[in-house]
């Protein structure tokens, strides 16, 4: 993909990884294909953000970005390291099985480190504070029950940590969704001024 391409893609790369990434509250396996196919179109969202803004938002912010692509490589190398090490049960049911959802969050960290960025340097033309806003919700969670999985032993309150998962990951697919509109529509005006 050129670089023209990935920057007219990353808008769309961002509602797609969107829709991919709702499926996490499917409580089925669909929720595992999700993930990969959500980290990977966030990928390449964030890819496409850094050819597009990454000059102006200067070395720290360009570099925030390929966390982007990091996600998803650390999700496979989980998946295959799950796959080809025989896991003891115990050790999912203590909450390993959190590993798998790993690569969005490694993802949306990115955007919200570039978002904090960008409050600074304002390398996009408006709305510099929505990638705070459209990262932020789902990584905070997930290294919330991370750690609480850890502490706990792999068990935690299923009533409450449920409608608290369905509440965060529906923000977060509004905000990301919000976000991918956004910059799909500042490559739009920015052809058209052109």
């Known amino acids: 993909m050129s670089k023209s391409q990935l920057i007219k893609f990353s808008g769309w790369a961002f509602i797609l ?3 991919a990434f709702i499926t996490i509250l499917s409580g089925s ?3 595992i294909l999700g993930s990969v196919i959500s980290s990977i179109l966030l990928a390449v969202g964030m890819s496409g953000l850094r050819a597009r803004y990454g000059e102006r938002a200067g070395n720290f912010g360009r ?3 390929l966390l982007g692509p990091g996600g998803p490589i650390l999700l496979v190398i989980f998946i295959v390291m799950g796959l080809s090490v025989n896991v003891p049960v115990a050790q999912v049911e203590e909450g ?3 590993l798998i959802f790993v690569g969005p969050a490694i993802s949306l960290l990115g955007l919200t480190l570039f978002g904090l960025v960008a409050l600074r340097s304002k390398p996009m033309p408006r709305w510099n504070w929505l990638p705070v806003l459209a990262g932020i919700w789902y990584p905070v969670l997930y290294f919330f029950a991370a750690g609480y999985l850890f502490i706990h032993h792999g068990v935690y309150p299923l009533d409450v940590a449920i409608q608290i998962l369905q509440i965060i990951v529906l923000i977060q697919f509004l905000a990301l969704c919000v976000f991918g509109a ?3 529509s500042d490559r739009t005006q920015e052809i058209a001024t052109a």
């Open 96 to 98: 390993l099985w959190i």
């Open 63 to 65: 570099n925030i970005l």
């Open 29 to 31: 396996s669909v929720q």
């Open 17 to 19: 990884g969107a829709f």
């Open 182 to 184: 956004v910059v799909a």
